[in-house]
């Protein structure tokens, strides 16, 4: 029996959670596949500077040959899919770039300020969240109990965190959160930093995700030495 190879990208990380060949990525042009990830109002695009992989809801599976015959030869963009699926009157719903944390870039350092989170801090971490923006913790995508928390602590007060989610086995996608009095002093980075450092001692592949227009996030990417791999594109019918 032949063991199904594992991903070594993050770009062939997202192309088999989307149904997709492996290294879709790979090879110029558009393509297309079907997940039951999507939604069935909703059609994913996710692109590179020469590869797109346009992602349908089961229900679309149908439209599947179509598009593909129909699509252009160069990597399709958001308008394109729009335009190959007038039908479902798709419109951007949103748009993220995912970066990727090359192995090399990996590196951790003690730190006095940042120390691990458990139950134990369920206060401390109330009070910080509870000062921060509604917006931002949305964003930001970290709560005490995700499979691993850090924070940074000066004089008992928590004012920064960051987590670790697992979207699939392979991947390490990153939540960051800082308190907004402590914005512009560099612990986003310090904390993204020494939390990638420990997913890539995991094995895993480190994913930062910071949506667009987003330029905060974008330079904490960055800055943390990540570097984008993928454009993800959300279209939705009617939106």
């Known amino acids: 029996m032949t063991t199904a190879q594992a991903p070594q990208t993050l770009r062939a990380a997202w192309a088999v959670r989307m149904g ?4 879709v990525f790979e ?8 997940s039951a ?5 909703r059609v994913h695009l996710y692109r590179t500077p020469d590869a797109s992989l346009i992602v349908l809801p089961e229900g679309a599976a149908g439209d599947a040959p179509d ?6 030869a160069h ?3 958001a308008r394109d899919v729009a335009a190959l699926l007038p039908a479902m009157r798709l419109g951007a719903r949103w748009r993220d770039r995912i970066y990727e944390l090359p192995a090399a870039q990996a590196s951790g350092f003690d730190h006095v300020s940042i120390h691990a989170l458990d139950a134990s801090d369920a206060d401390a971490f109330a009070t910080f969240a509870n000062a921060c923006p509604e917006t931002d913790r949305r964003a930001g995508q970290v709560n005490l109990d995700d499979p691993l928390v850090i924070g940074w602590w000066e004089r008992e007060r928590l004012l920064g965190a960051a987590s670790l989610l697992y979207p699939v086995p392979a991947v390490a996608d990153i939540g960051i959160l800082v308190h907004p009095q402590a914005r512009r002093r560099g612990i986003a980075v ?6 990638a450092w420990l997913a890539a001692r995991m094995g895993k592949l480190v994913q930062y995700t910071a949506p ?14 990540f570097a984008l791999a993928l454009l993800e ?4 019918t009617d939106w």
């Open 37 to 41: 990830e999507v939604r069935a109002d």
């Open 233 to 236: 594109e959300g279209l939705q």
């Open 75 to 77: 990597a399709a963009t």
């Open 20 to 23: 997709a060949p492996l290294d």
């Open 212 to 225: 667009e227009p987003n330029v905060a996030s974008t330079g904490v990417a960055e800055r943390s030495g």
């Open 67 to 72: 598009v593909f015959a129909q699509a252009p």
């Open 190 to 195: 310090h904390l993204v930093r020494q939390i």
């Open 27 to 34: 090879h110029p042009g558009t393509h297309v596949s079907i």
